[in-house]
């Protein structure tokens, strides 16, 4: 990092790319395909759900009607409900995570569309673009985040394939 | 360890020599580097695909809405997605 952010920006933003990584992989995992479509492996919960889960979808529902503008739950969520202890505990992770800290929320879903992009995660891919285009980012926006994996992903794979040593360090370290 | 050699900055000239100039230009002022990086450096034996890339890393990443801060979180973030520790 070579722009000023310090140890606790760097840690919020290593925890969105590992976070939005990890939901890449599940949302793969579960089969899911986009969040409109898809035969996921594991059968959603049907909402209104009660019981354990009850509070927490009902919480969810609250923020998606307000990110997503939808009051749907969406299926990743509706999936992971039928273990509470992991809806939960990963609910509260991405609530943690993607809030504002030392860097913006905002900013902080940009990353994580980026992520998932690069990692090819096309439900997370829907997911982060839908909350972007929710809260103002239109196609120019998104195609910037694209602009950014697309060239990254470039020099990436040249330095990974020439091995090449690094060179640049931060300035305050 | 570095599988090319890196082309030499001080030794380059035409097309790889603008190039490097205005690498190094950049980089002084975005990092306070003091000599062009070595992913620069290991393009410097194609100068059509350096300067495709120098290029698309103006349009990309010094052109836009938004901040240098911003793309920049962006672009360490798929670095790390990606695996790449450069």
Redesign the interface.
Known sequence: ?????DEVGVTE??G???H??AMATTAAALLLDSLETGRPLIAPLDVPASGDVSAIVDEIRAWSAAALGSPDVPLLWRILARNPHYLESTWRKETAVMAAGA?GAH?KR??AL??A???RGRYMIEYNAAILRRSGDDD??IL??L??????????T???????????RP?SV | ????R?VDAATVTGKTKEIFDAVLLRERK????E?V???WR??GHAPDLLEA?WN??R???QR???S???????????????????
């Open positions: 990092m070579r722009l000023g952010v933003l290593m969105v790319t590992e939005t990584r860097l900013d940009r990353v980026g992520v992009m690069a990692v120019r926006d910037e985040v602009g950014v994996v697309d060239h990254y992903t470039t020099l990436n040249l330095s990974e394939g020439m091995q090449i040593d690094s060179d640049i300035q | 360890m570095t599988t090319i890196l975005v990092f306070g580097a000599s990086s070595n992913i290991c393009q890339n698309r890393s349009a990309l990443m836009g809405r938004f240098p801060l911003q793309r920049e979180l962006i672009a360490t973030a798929v670095s790390v997605a990606n695996a790449c520790t450069y």
